[in-house]
């Protein structure tokens, strides 16, 4: 079977699709037959070699890449009660230290990191799920807010943020969303009360907004110290990024969203799909061996949902 894999690190170059044994399922495991496989910023510091330079994962000689699947279960390992062969699943890969990835013809991985899909949108749509939708909702648990406060997102528009968004409303949050001024529209789509263009003083015009500032914030942009600054102090701040988070001044409690593979969540989060209350984007759909192509077009930025490929 293919997958893709680096055996060095470096630019899109190094990025192989390689011809590999097909997995098999161990003891509660299952292995699933690939429909899509999103691509994410994790794959471009993983390829680059930026996540063993910081500690994150151990060079090896061969790198498997992919988190995001959907797909078919095609063989189940033992004490797996809970699937059955021909169940449409989606799931997260979330070890960096892996021979196999996502981005393959087949993967394995625990049952536990796995759910059935939404019924109510396609495997590629499902593809773009996993690794997003747990690292937005995964922070805003961080967060502890209650119904009726507010949380300002970052990067809004973004595929972390936009799910943030949706899903903050769906707790019955009023959400602050930053992003840029020609995507205004679209995350008041998703449902973002309050909406301020990136650029400017973002403390000074979320105090604007909500006097005092906002009850906490989901950090999808990575702007730390600025996005530190529209909080409340003894609010709450929930940073995505390894190394983003900023001292948590004025009695702010800050965080950081180590995302962890979490199948009961799917299963709610495709219950939200099919519920019309959280919505999928996808950028556009790749071969596999086009992943290079996915590199370059993520890296260049701009895109507004996820790129998936397509064994």
């Not at 773009?128 to 970052?154: C, E, F, M, R, Y």
């Not at 009850?215 to 003894?234: H, I, K, P, Y």
Request: aromatic share 4%.
């Amino acid at each position: 079977m293919r997958a893709v894999v680096i055996r060095s690190f470096g630019g899109p170059e190094v990025l192989e699709q390689a011809e590999v044994p097909v997995p098999s399922p161990g003891p509660g495991r299952v292995r699933i037959r690939v429909t899509a496989a999103g691509v994410n910023p994790v794959d471009l510091h993983t390829r680059s070699g930026g996540l063993a330079q910081a500690g994150l994962m151990v060079p090896r000689d061969v790198i498997g890449l992919g988190w995001d699947v959907a797909g078919t279960i095609d063989e189940i390992g033992s004490g797996v009660p809970d699937f059955a062969l021909g169940d449409q699943v989606y799931g997260l890969s979330d070890r960096l230290d892996v021979p196999l990835g996502a981005q393959a013809d087949f993967v394995v991985l625990d049952a536990a990191a796995v759910a059935l899909a939404p019924r109510r949108a396609s495997a590629v749509e499902a593809a773009t799920i996993p690794l997003n939708a747990l690292t937005a909702v995964q922070s805003l648990d961080a967060l502890a807010l209650t119904a009726g406060q507010t949380v300002l997102i970052t990067g809004a528009a973004g595929a972390v943020g936009g799910f943030a968004v949706e899903l903050a409303v769906a707790q019955g949050l009023r959400a602050v969303a930053t992003a840029a001024a020609p995507d205004e529209d679209l995350v008041r789509e998703l449902g973002a009360e309050f909406f301020v263009p990136r650029g400017g003083r973002l403390g000074e015009a979320v105090r604007a907004l909500i006097p005092g500032g906002a009850d906490g914030a989901v950090d999808a942009a990575s702007l730390g110290a600025e996005a530190l600054d529209a909080v409340r102090s003894g609010g709450a701040f929930a940073a995505v990024v390894g190394g983003a988070e900023p001292a948590g001044l004025r009695g702010i409690r800050v965080s950081n969203t180590w995302i962890r593979a979490d199948g009961p969540r799917l299963a709610e989060l495709a219950a939200l799909v099919d519920a019309g209350r959280l919505t999928p984007r996808v950028a556009g759909t790749l071969p596999l061996d086009r992943v290079a192509d996915a590199h370059h077009r993520l890296a260049a930025g701009g895109l507004r949902g996820r790129l998936v490929l397509i064994p």
